[in-house]
């Protein structure tokens, strides 16, 4: 029915326009012929008279109807452009700048000045090309990322599966002195071993939970004591690492709806980041309150400050601060991100600041606000 409509209107107004332009150019041509005629009566300007003379001999034989037709359809061909002028300017802007966006000028805008249809054909082709140009961008990047991706896998499963196939083959060809060094060479196998299976086993994970294919159980868990838990499970390698996490609970119960597996690993990956990365400042803490209906925990450590330029990556799939992208501490390069993706699946936030003085990573998690 809209398109009917559309067309209807169309032929009115194109009808309208010749309809005008034939009515003006007829006028106009009346209103000419008036004139030289009444000059020609009135006044006596010989060149004048005779140029009238002779248009008014030529009416008088078969090729005079043919000229005056001719001379009318000028004029209304004069007429109805002048009157369709902007209208097939906008036409011929619009079919150029297609021809520069059918090359691949994605820039490239129509600059159309209407209110009618054909200004709205511009802006929603405008629409359409940002549309597009975004996608591409988008596009670009995923692609970008999946080389990223294949090329820090590359890396990080090569590094400890040259060790592992390097010590075997020690011992494969009894290249050892003795019993000693052959269990030297067995446990640095065994543990690149398992480097290499914490690295595959976040990988698969992270990926499940970026998909969406991973479940997610949650009930309703006391966040306070489930914090205070993951905390005393720290307390051996704490001393080991000579330092002290110290907790700062404003509320002994705040009840959340999440699952407890995952929010588990999120936190466990905080603490041992903040181990990591802040054993010179000896000290955790591990901070929780409310604020309105969000519940925030903060663990903050005190070792040297995350670089402002590395801050806003970390936590990107196998981001490391330390550019020499070795193992040194431990990890898959993979713990924040998967972090950052079990905070976000419990419809919550996670955001770094770091500087000379503290490094803070604060989660914040929607809570029962009956529960404080």
């Known amino acids: 029915m809209k398109n009917k409509k559309r067309f209807f209107k169309y032929v009115v107004i ?10 003006l150019a007829v006028l106009i041509f009346n209103s000419l012929y008036i004139l030289f005629n ?22 008088n034989n078969y090729l005079g109807d043919l000229i005056y037709f001719i001379i009318a359809l000028l004029i209304f061909l004069l007429i109805y452009s002048l009157i369709t002028y902007k209208k097939y300017k906008n036409i ?32 929603n082709i405008n629409n359409i090309v940002s549309q597009l140009k975004n996608l591409t961008i988008e596009e670009r990047k995923a692609q970008q990322t999946k080389t990223d991706l294949i090329t820090n896998v590359s890396h990080d499963l090569r590094t400890p599966l040259t060790s592992i196939i390097g010590y075997l083959n020690l011992i494969e060809e009894d290249k050892y002195k003795d019993e000693v060094e052959l269990r030297y060479y067995t446990n640095i196998a065994y543990e690149k071993a398992q480097n290499l299976n914490i690295l595959i086993n976040d990988l698969f994970e992270l990926t499940k939970m970026q998909n969406r294919t991973m479940n997610f159980d949650k009930i309703e868990i006391n966040l306070v004591e489930l914090i205070s838990q993951i905390v005393s499970q720290f307390g051996i390698e704490l001393r080991q690492a000579n330092m002290e996490c110290r907790i700062d609970f404003k509320s002994d119960k705040i009840m959340i709806n999440a699952d407890p597996v995952k929010l588990v690993r999120a936190f466990e990956n905080l603490i041992t980041n903040a181990m990591r990365y802040g054993k010179d400042g000896k000290f955790i803490d591990v901070k929780v309150k409310t604020e309105e209906s969000m519940v925030i925990v903060q663990v903050i450590n005190y070792g040297d400050p995350i670089p402002l330029v590395d801050l806003p990556y970390i936590f990107d799939r196998f981001y490391r601060v330390e550019k020499s992208r070795n ?41 029962n606000i009956e529960s404080f």
Do not use: W
């Not at 150029?96 to 511009?122: Q, T, W």
């Open 14 to 23: 194109n009808s309208f326009e010749v309809i005008i332009s034939i009515v």
């Open 38 to 59: 009444n000059l020609y009566m009135t006044f006596n300007y010989p060149t004048f008279n005779r140029i009238v003379t002779l248009f008014m001999s030529i009416k």
């Open 92 to 123: 011929d802007i619009l079919v150029d700048s297609l021809e520069d966006m059918s090359k691949g000028n994605l820039d490239k805008r129509i600059e159309i000045n209407s209110k009618g249809d054909i200004g709205e054909v511009a802006t």
């Open 327 to 367: 193992t040194y501490g431990g990890g898959s390069g993979l713990g924040l991100a998967i972090t950052k993706n079990i905070i976000e699946r419990h419809d919550g936030s996670i955001l770094a600041t770091s500087d000379n003085n503290a490094t803070m990573f604060q989660v914040k998690l929607p809570c």
